[in-house]
């Protein structure tokens, strides 16, 4: 099974809306990895199959009849999430202090649902998405979640591969979702900070050993930051495997709940031979590996 990443080193290169417009071209299942704000599932208006409670971070309990009132478990708190001897659930981290400093064992920790994994389909396949509740941590486990579930739907249906939309930037989420892949496409767009950006995400992606690729989003917006940035490329030895002009038509077609392919023919054109390029290079990965 081959799993294909799609990152950047910051939000709003159009990453997700590759994303959507590759499921229009793809034999495969998506995945949803930016797990802290989803927003795939507006464009694929999924139907949900199963929804699945996602267990994070733990949370401390309180047994009021076991309870001394001793206050050594408020003091030891550096969170401030016990008060008047009471969890305040939106502050504890789940770090157990509290149950080791409690001189009667009245506090216990257990696991509480931070999130949910969404299984689903869409008018393109399978496709699973993962939404951790608002301020709650772990994201990076979730993002496990997600991708394990998605290999099941692929396996169960005869899927050969994930497309994965990934997180912006080089956190948690993004190792998560990029680690164990066959090929991360970094997608950038001319800025002052874009090799920068691009650099972040080469330097996670070679940490796993995965190889990378670039496409450049709104390429003709500063021709000389393109150049740049393939130059950069050039010195890296990292192909870039297609340029796409800046369009009005994808916030149009986002407006109409549809990926950019399915709304302009000219941009479907380009993003159909990017997606041919990245089998291209699945295939001699493939070949390399015999």
């Not at 802290?36 to 996602?54: G, R, S, W, Y």
């Not at 680690?179 to 002052?192: A, C, F, Q, R, W």
Request: proline share 3%.
């Amino acid at each position: 099974m081959k799993q294909v990443a799609i990152a950047s080193g910051k939000g709003g290169t159009g990453k997700t809306s590759l994303v959507a417009s590759f499921a229009n071209f793809a034999d495969a299942i998506i995945a949803d990895c930016d797990v802290d704000a989803p927003n795939l599932h507006l464009i694929l208006k999924p139907e949900i199959l199963e929804k699945i409670p996602f267990e994070g971070m733990e949370l401390a309990k309180i047994e009021e009849d076991k309870c001394i009132k001793c206050g050594k478990c408020e003091k030891a708190c550096r969170f401030g999430a016990i008060e008047d001897f009471k969890v305040i659930e939106e502050k504890c981290e789940g770090c157990g202090v509290c149950q080791l400093v409690c001189p009667v064992d009245a506090i216990h920790l257990h696991k509480r649902v931070t999130g949910y994994v969404f299984v689903s389909r869409t008018r393109f396949g399978g496709f699973v998405y993962g939404l951790l509740s608002p301020g709650e941590e772990a994201s990076g486990k979730l993002v496990s979640q997600v991708r394990k579930k998605a290999e099941e739907m692929a396996n169960k249906e005869g899927k050969e591969m994930i497309i994965i939309d990934s997180p912006a930037g080089i956190g948690c989420p993004v190792i998560a979702s990029i680690g164990n892949t066959n090929l991360v496409v970094i997608v950038t767009e001319p800025t002052m900070a874009a090799i920068h950006d691009m650099e972040r995400v080469l330097s996670t992606a070679e940490h796993f050993r995965v190889k990378t690729v670039v496409v450049i989003n709104k390429h003709d917006i500063n021709e000389e930051m393109s150049k740049k940035i393939e130059e950069f490329c050039r010195r890296r030895s990292i192909d870039i495997i297609g340029k796409i002009p800046f369009s009005k038509k994808f916030v149009e077609a986002m407006i109409e709940g549809k990926s950019v392919v399915e709304y302009d023919n000219e941009i479907a054109r380009i993003v159909k031979n990017i997606w041919e390029n990245i089998e291209k290079m699945l295939e001699y990965e493939g070949k390399d590996n015999l």
